[in-house]
């Protein structure tokens, strides 16, 4: 109970599909966590080709830019001999660059579609259990108010709206001692004393002193 609400039914066999369905939200959950998990990691793999185009970019200027250095120490051609060789080393930068660039881009994209796999059916299951689970609580809240209400009217009204404890898995209430009313009585009016009894009785007289 929270907050006065009730969330889980009397009856057990209705008490048991609601633990077995809430228990069934976790495993959703970290099953499409895994899913979306996979998907970045293939996402992510897919740029491997991008990270050979990196190492192979970046070689190339290397070489490149170490036969420039050394044609550069010819005598007399040296000087010229070396910007092609430069520009050859730019080029290779600009591929390791762009090979760079490809796996930033894709490690993005597979963050995203891995996102998006798994929040959407989190967040859509998320959504229609706690409205489920709210809704219910609800429900068992006007059940219990109007549970002493009863009568051959009130029962199917209570049906329809749902509202009886028979479709919610609840057990009524224990009916508590019934206060009697008081009895009216009429008040006790006072009797006057009675008479002493006279019936011609005489008490004898004291004797006199002699």
């Not at 990270?51 to 190339?60: P, W």
């Not at 859509?124 to 429900?139: D, E, K, N, P």
């Amino acid at each position: 109970m929270l907050g006065g609400l009730t969330f889980y039914a009397d009856q057990p066999a209705r008490r048991t599909r609601q633990v077995v369905g809430d228990l069934l939200v976790p495993v959703w959950v970290a099953l499409w966590v895994w899913v979306g998990t996979t998907v970045h990691a293939r996402s992510a793999a897919a740029g491997q080709g991008a990270a050979k185009l990196e190492t192979a970019g970046g070689d190339f200027a290397g070489s490149m830019t170490d036969a420039g250095s050394r044609l550069q120490r010819v005598p007399v051609v040296g000087e010229e001999l070396r910007p092609p060789f430069d520009r050859a080393a730019t080029a290779g930068s600009t591929v390791q660059q762009a090979g760079r660039d490809i796996q930033t881009g894709t490690d993005q994209l597979g963050q995203l579609l891995g996102l998006l796999t798994a929040a959407l059916p989190i967040l859509l299951v998320l959504s229609f259990w706690a409205l489920a689970r709210w809704r219910y609580a609800q429900r068992v809240r006007l059940a219990r108010a109007i549970e002493a209400y009863d009568g051959p009217d009130v029962a199917p009204i209570k049906a329809i709206a749902g509202l009886d404890l028979a479709s919610l898995g609840l057990n009524p209430r224990a009916a508590g001692p019934v206060d009697q009313p008081p009895v009216d009585r009429p008040p006790v009016e006072p009797q006057p004393p009675a008479d002493p009894p006279t019936g011609g009785f005489t008490p004898p007289a004291s004797p006199e002193p002699r």
